[in-house]
């Protein structure tokens, strides 16, 4: 083991774990025998309180090892050519900076100042930390490009893309140390016009797990962060600075929880016949479901218990979140209901089981908005607790009648393509969750 490697592993082991807090109806599964064919490898050691990942037999390894390989090799190749075709024929929304930090200095990350804001000025702006998606295992910081910019040009946020290792070369705890240690370079990084009592942690996918995990560490929740061995190697590079912790996290389409089976997933959301394409795709379809079991192998390591708030948040408790949380989920994704159930729990509402579906069956009747419902259905699509005297809140959205990746431009492009009323209806909407994010940031977290 190579020694950075060895100093990642010994820096989770200082992180300082919490007991898992049983909360009622967070988790779908009672009872899972060791081997099921539901995509989950968990052994339960006689002990209910802790979920251990078991290794599955070499055939299942070899299996989930040649999907991610495949997965991987068909990415590299059009990540190499996007990189090339950006430097020479840059898009709209690119970056203003990509920098580089001695912590991580092959991870680098990606700075979007609002278009009007006047570099030369003093002013501090308030600051949104991105986490891109791709399951641990694929994705590039670039892929919410267009978000980003979209983002910090329309409300004057200052947009921070982090970035981190993929799976399974860099299993966790790494991808989370690297955020870890991204976030706090930035954070002392005096070039940037910061505004750090005004501060938000956001991801995207496994993205949105990261950020939610982020927010419970140690260095992240008190601000106080132990000099690393870089600042030995970098005698020239400051030292880390207390700051204070971020004032909101915001869940988009989050990997939350890997206690639940793929197969059971895919009962708890809603299946439309009556759209086209992608969209009106039955159980046998649900890509989400069949990509899951791999994405698990390759992050999880072999024995750690899943219910780890650090792995699954949406075992965490609220007081280790920061004040004011924001759950968003796409209501034709699999991972839409654990999204619900955390948000409940963190709101102390009461939590649905799995038997009651997220969103509903038929067609939003709207194109282009965010659907509240009708009826009881009103609260499956959107609701926000606010603590006493406004100092937290919890806030719930389901966005209707789209998939995973809706808010993702070259994912609609790509997944998408066959369907254009399906590609404008994701485009709006994702024009209209971003105002509701933004409210909410400059009403309830910022004001």
């Not at 955020?179 to 930035?186: F, G, Q, R, S």
């Not at 938000?200 to 993205?207: N, Q, V």
Request: charged share 20%; with cysteine; glycine share 8%.
């Amino acid at each position: 083991m190579c020694a950075k490697m060895k100093d990642r592993l010994h820096q989770h082991k200082n992180i300082e774990h919490r007991p898992v807090t049983k909360q009622p109806g967070i988790n779908l599964v009672t009872t899972m025998e060791r081997g099921n064919n539901d995509g989950s490898r968990i052994n339960f050691r006689g002990n209910s309180s802790k979920k251990e990942w078991d290794a599955p037999p070499v055939i299942e390894r070899a299996i989930h090892a040649a999907s991610v390989s495949m997965i991987q090799g068909l990415h590299a190749p059009m990540g190499l050519y996007r990189g090339l075709r950006d430097t020479y024929y840059p898009p709209p929304g690119r970056p203003d900076i990509i920098k580089a930090y001695p912590e991580r200095r092959r991870l680098p990350i990606r700075i979007f100042f609002p278009s009007h804001y006047d570099l030369t000025s003093p002013a501090l702006l308030p600051t949104l930390f991105t986490i891109h998606g791709g399951g641990f295992t694929v994705g590039y910081s670039s892929d919410d490009d267009v978000w980003n910019r979209s983002f910090a040009d329309t409300y004057t946020i200052l947009v921070i893309s982090l970035n981190y290792s993929k799976a399974p070369w860099a299993a966790f705890p790494l991808p989370l140390l690297d955020a870890e240690a991204l976030y706090h370079a930035v954070l002392n990084d005096e070039s940037l016009p910061i505004d750090r009592m005004r501060t938000a942690l956001s991801g995207f996918d496994a993205g949105a797990n990261l950020a939610l995990s982020l927010s419970q560490l140690p260095s992240v929740r008190t601000g106080v962060v132990n000099p690393g061995p870089h600042h030995s190697t970098y005698p020239g590079y400051p030292p880390p600075r207390s700051h204070p912790p971020p004032t909101a996290v915001i869940s988009i389409c989050g990997i939350l929880d890997f206690t639940t089976p793929p197969s059971l997933k895919a009962r708890t959301r809603p299946y439309k016949r009556q759209l086209r394409g992608p969209r009106g795709w039955g159980p046998g379809l649900d890509w989400m479901v069949r990509l899951l079991p791999s994405s698990a192998w390759s992050y999880i390591p072999y024995g750690h218990d899943v219910a780890d708030p650090l792995l699954s948040p949406a075992y965490a408790t609220r007081a280790d979140l920061p004040p004011h949380v924001f759950v968003v989920a796409a209501e034709l994704d699999c991972l839409a209901h654990e999204s619900w159930r955390a948000a409940c729990v963190w709101a102390a509402r009461a939590v649905p089981e799995a038997e009651v579906l997220v969103g509903r069956r038929s067609p939003s009747r709207w194109r282009g908005c965010l659907d509240d419902g009708i009826g009881e259905n009103g609260l499956k699509f959107g609701w926000v607790e606010e603590g006493d005297g406004g100092g937290s809140s919890t806030r719930w959205l389901l966005v209707p009648d789209v998939v995973h990746g809706f808010d993702s431009a070259g994912w609609r492009n790509r997944y998408l393509w066959g369907d254009e009323e399906a590609r404008a209806d994701a485009e709006m909407k994702t024009i209209a969750y971003q105002r509701e994010l933004a409210e909410w940031l400059w009403g309830t977290v910022w004001r």
